[in-house]
């Protein structure tokens, strides 16, 4: 069987041997492993493991795991040698939710599923999406009166979700939206790493998992009860939920199980993740006059107070560089997992099969070896040479290589159409901590509400 070299070809023979030496590692306890250092402090513990170098090993309980910190080797994970890796399995964390959808999915059973999903995902229909992403963001707006204090992220939540059901299932959720709300919020906190009940088995009753439970049993019903009304009408759709069911019924071999899970995980994904960085950048640039000045002098010389047009967004180069550091300082999904399939060379030591590979995003982006005075938010580093000069994966929000996020045309797009939406209306007042306790679940969330008030322009 062909092996993996240290620069990522395959060789046979001797020259396939892989290293004996697996990766060194911060010591870690019996039974529990380094889980209590993790828990406690999840940043300062990547600050450990980076003092042994940038393939390091630790453990939870009953799980191996190696941390990847050169932007060279997540590349060698993600693309060079994706095929040597697996999405990492979350049964024992809740992956029995959404385990038959496209962002767990593996194989032949992703490969179909993302065909399925593609066409919602062109560049020619997402830009279609554009309209309703700046009216749904027009009205959200409309419905603050000056003075009063809002809830960022909560706020966010709902118009991210908004946009989302009616763009890609043509679905107005109304009060169905708590729904979605509370399983994302169960899932996150199934998740969270604020103590060792994370690591407990999904058959122990603890209110976590049991609460995840009841979240996931609503949520899996709505989602069927969504379906079958579809199914049920006359009218003709043509979204990504019209697509799903064709790949299920038009003699294709998409299950019921799939069309449930990938319509599940695009309405946790595609919403939680977009809500996430709206609620950061609006609490970072509240807190920098200079970065507002600045979009308020490209939002007068491109719009002159108009929301944003799709075709407008080319031009909105201080915007993007707003939303490219908020996604560099607070990357939603910040941190991805892989699972080897079998042993692989990387950074000169041998990973075995089976170990749980991580690619922390939110560490590799302060690295300062890839970032001048790292902690500090400033746009203007995104210039062109600088962007030249970046290792490719120094900077990866959306992950890379075949498995890619599919929705980041979408996202990004939103990005720069709400934001100029809802800036150009009014300006926000930090209430909370301007440097919020963040906890690293599922996403990377606010410990607690980030509340701003709200004044008209």
Request: charge should be negative; charged fraction near 30%; proline fraction near 6%.
């Amino acid at each position: 069987m062909a092996r993996r070299t240290a620069n990522g070809r395959e060789a046979d023979g001797a020259d396939a041997e892989l290293p004996s030496e697996t990766p060194p590692g911060p010591d870690g306890l019996p039974v529990l492993g380094n889980v209590r250092d993790l828990v406690a402090d999840p940043r300062g513990f990547y600050e450990e493991m980076s003092e042994y170098g940038d393939v390091v090993s630790y453990s939870v309980p009953r799980m191996d795991f190696c941390t990847v910190l050169h932007p060279e080797l997540v590349e060698r994970v993600l693309v060079t040698d994706n095929d040597a890796f697996e999405k990492f399995g979350f049964e024992d964390l809740g992956g029995d939710f959404m385990s038959e959808g496209l962002l767990l999915a593996e194989g032949e059973q992703w490969q179909r599923q993302r065909l399925a999903a593609q066409e919602a995902f062109t560049p020619e229909r997402i830009r279609t999406y554009g309209e309703a992403m700046g009216r749904y963001a027009e009205e959200m707006v409309d419905g603050w009166t000056d003075g009063d204090v809002v809830e960022l992220d909560r706020a966010f939540s709902r118009l991210t979700l908004r946009i989302l059901s009616r763009s890609l299932f043509d679905l107005e959720l109304a009060a169905d939206a708590e729904v979605v709300t509370e399983m994302a919020a169960a899932i996150n906190d199934r998740g969270d790493l604020d103590g060792v009940s994370t690591f407990v088995p999904m058959w122990v009753p603890t209110p976590r998992n049991r609460r995840f439970r009841r979240a996931a049993s609503t949520f899996e019903e709505f989602v069927d009860d969504l379906v079958a009304e579809r199914r049920g009408s006359t009218d003709a759709y043509d979204d990504l939920l019209a697509s799903l069911m064709a790949a299920r019924e038009d003699g294709g071999d998409l299950s019921e199980a799939e069309l449930r899970d990938s319509m599940a995980t695009f309405l946790f994904a595609g919403h939680e993740t977009t809500s996430l960085a709206l609620t950061y950048l609006v609490l970072l640039v509240a807190q920098h006059d200079d970065v507002r000045d600045c979009l308020d002098e490209e939002y007068a010389t491109v719009l002159g107070g108009r929301r944003p047009a799709v075709e407008d967004l080319p031009d909105l180069e201080y915007t993007g560089r707003v939303v490219d550091e908020t996604l560099r300082l607070y990357p939603p999904a910040y941190i991805l997992f892989r699972t080897a399939r079998e042993d692989v060379e990387l950074g000169g030591y041998r990973i075995p099969a089976g170990t749980n590979v991580t690619l922390p995003q939110f560490f590799v982006h302060t690295d300062e070896r890839w970032y001048d005075d790292p902690g500090t938010f400033d746009p203007d580093r995104w210039t062109d040479g600088f962007e030249d000069s970046l290792p490719e994966y120094a900077y990866f929000p959306f992950g890379g290589g075949p498995r890619h996020c599919i929705g980041m045309r979408f996202a990004m797009q939103e990005l720069k159409t709400v934001v100029p939406t809802v800036l150009q209306r009014v300006e926000f007042e930090l209430v909370s901590d301007p440097d919020p306790e963040l906890d690293m679940a599922i996403t990377l969330r606010p410990s607690d509400p980030v509340r701003a008030t709200v004044r008209e322009r």
